[in-house]
């Protein structure tokens, strides 16, 4: 029943055949304020955030490390968010925003990974110890690759799409369980310190805080995108398959 | 010094090849559409 | 129909398609025979890859009990939804007035019992093989909670995948991240056994808590899984 009303409003959609995208005004705004803030965080990271006294250059990493890291994290939650609405509400764009969070978290994942691993040599002298940070990091990529090849296996189906979000529910709900086990395995092996919030000079507070906001304006504007062209990819193939079914 | 700057390269280097290749995926996309959008149409005006 | 004849209900559905899938096992024998070779053979090669000796015995042997275990459980757990499907009686199962989550809870149940009973079989043969003391009773509860916490997980994403051509290759890559923290503990909970370490967590405790939060998860989400 379901699957008949989505073509039917799809093939409603496509009366207009060379539609504007949605909302292109807010689109435009956001793409100009992320250009705007992603210059002058990195202004800010390179010329005006005092250099650490003890690690050197290599803290500036920092300043990308901790955005990037906080919107991979963010991402699995739209994923999980967009796949629970899914369910409930049966409304195939929730599905769409999912696995466009899903791509842009997978890419903004391996930022944090690689930044954390340059950072890591930088500062520990080692590419990668299993603390509970770095492990659960890695596990949350490992989470986003098999969404995605779930996804690209089970093909543009509700099947897909409710797979999908069982997926991403029970993720969102073993991350933070495996944060903790990976705390409880390593009691005996004490790892480093990533150091101690609250002793941060306030410029510094101020440069991450600016990072944060425009890294979060960037991703708002890559996931808008993203999720434009997952939404033309469903109704391209739709139209197509329509195309085979009049042959 | 060098490492910074090689790895600071690397890292953007990186997120603009994926960017580039989104807007190029979109662009296929788009064009796919359009392609599409006019067989159907030609298809329906035949069958009318 | 009031709340006891229902789960009265349940409880047939659940015990029919249990006796059903134990009835087909036991006729067709493969996936029991292929599992318990499949572990024994884990075991052969973890004993070239480490060269167990004495002293590094109790650090190795948990770990290799429980990877032989996990993975014999996948080649298994893949087979539940996937022979099914083949035969084409997934389709009439579904059609079935039957609540989803009595076919899910059936199926949990069976490969249950069937991981259950090769790993019984394999426990004493790991023990010869790699001269350990059978340890106490106490090893039962954490092989069969480990265990639990593996096919509920399992169980669940065999469901997703049977539909895949690639199923062999997309169950572990979808079960191996989620079930981390299962074999964290159960590993933790055998090692605690060989080697008594202070300051160690309640690893039974939480192995019981991880089992509780994924089976209430997958029978709150099997609905949409299980689905035509």
Redesign the interface.
């Known amino acids: 029943m379901a699957v008949i009303n989505k073509t039917g409003s799809a093939h409603h959609e496509l009366a207009a055949p060379t539609r504007r995208p949605p909302l292109p005004l807010v689109s435009l705004l956001l793409n100009a304020l992320a250009c705007v803030g992603m210059m002058l965080s990195i202004w800010a990271i390179f010329l005006y955030a005092p250099t650490d006294a003890i690690e050197g250059l290599s803290q500036r990493i920092f300043y990308f490390h901790v955005p990037v890291a906080w919107l991979a994290m963010l991402s699995f939650v739209i994923v999980a968010l967009g796949g629970a609405v899914y369910l409930w509400r049966e409304d195939e764009r929730w599905d769409w925003l999912a696995l466009a969070a899903a791509e842009a978290g997978a890419v903004f994942t391996t930022l944090t990974l690689v930044t954390g691993s340059l950072w890591g040599r930088a500062t520990w002298g080692t590419w990668w110890t299993w603390d509970a940070r770095l492990t659960t990091s890695l596990i949350l990529w490992f989470l986003y690759i098999a969404y995605l090849m779930l996804r690209s296996y089970l093909g543009k189906t509700p099947t897909s799409a409710r797979a999908g979000a069982v997926l991403a529910i029970l993720g969102v709900i073993d991350v933070p369980i495996i944060y903790e086990s990976v705390n409880w395995w390593r009691t005996l092996h004490p790892a480093a310190e990533i150091g101690t919030p609250g002793a941060l000079p306030p410029s510094v507070v101020l440069v991450l805080m600016l990072a944060l906001v425009s890294f979060t304006l960037f991703y708002g504007a890559l996931l808008i995108q993203l999720y434009q062209m997952v939404r033309l990819q469903y109704l391209a193939w739709r139209l197509r398959t329509r195309l085979q079914v009049v042959d | ?1 060098i ?2 700057v090689v ?1 600071y390269t690397l ?1 953007w280097a ?2 603009f090849a ?2 580039a290749f ?2 190029l ?2 662009r296929a ?2 064009t ?3 392609a ?2 006019e ?3 030609e ?1 329906e005006a035949g069958q009318e | 129909m009031n709340t006891l004849s229902a789960l009265r209900l349940f409880y047939d559905q659940v015990l029919a398609i249990l006796g059903k899938d134990i009835r087909y096992e036991l006729r067709s024998k493969q996936t029991w025979l292929g599992m318990g070779l499949f572990a024994l053979l884990v075991f052969v090669i973890f004993n070239f890859a480490f060269d167990l000796r004495v002293e590094n015995r109790a650090a190795v042997a948990p770990g290799a009990l429980w990877v032989a275990f996990v993975f014999a459980s996948l080649l298994g757990l893949g087979r539940t939804f996937a022979a099914e499907r083949e035969g084409g009686s997934l389709d009439r199962l579904l059609l079935c007035p039957v609540d989803r989550r009595a076919i899910y809870l059936a199926k949990l149940l069976g490969n249950l019992l069937f991981i259950a009973v090769v790993e019984l079989v394999a426990l004493p043969v790991f023990a010869a093989l790699f001269s350990i003391s059978l340890f106490s009773g106490e090893l039962l509860p954490i092989v069969l909670l480990g265990t639990l916490g593996v096919a509920i997980i399992g169980t669940l994403f065999s469901a997703m995948t049977a539909v895949t051509r690639a199923r062999e290759l997309l169950l572990p890559l979808l079960v191996f991240p989620l079930i981390v923290p299962v074999v964290i503990a159960a590993v933790r909970a055998t090692g605690a056994l060989m080697l008594v370490a202070p300051n160690e967590p309640p690893w039974l405790g939480l192995l019981v808590a991880f089992d509780v939060i994924f089976l209430s998860l997958a029978l709150l989400t099997c609905s949409y899984v299980l689905e035509e």
Do not use: N
Request: proline share 0%; hydrophobic share 60%.
């Open positions: 010094m490492y910074m790895a890292v990186g997120l994926y960017l989104v807007s995926r979109i996309v788009r796919e559409l359009a599409v959008e067989l159907l149409h298809r």
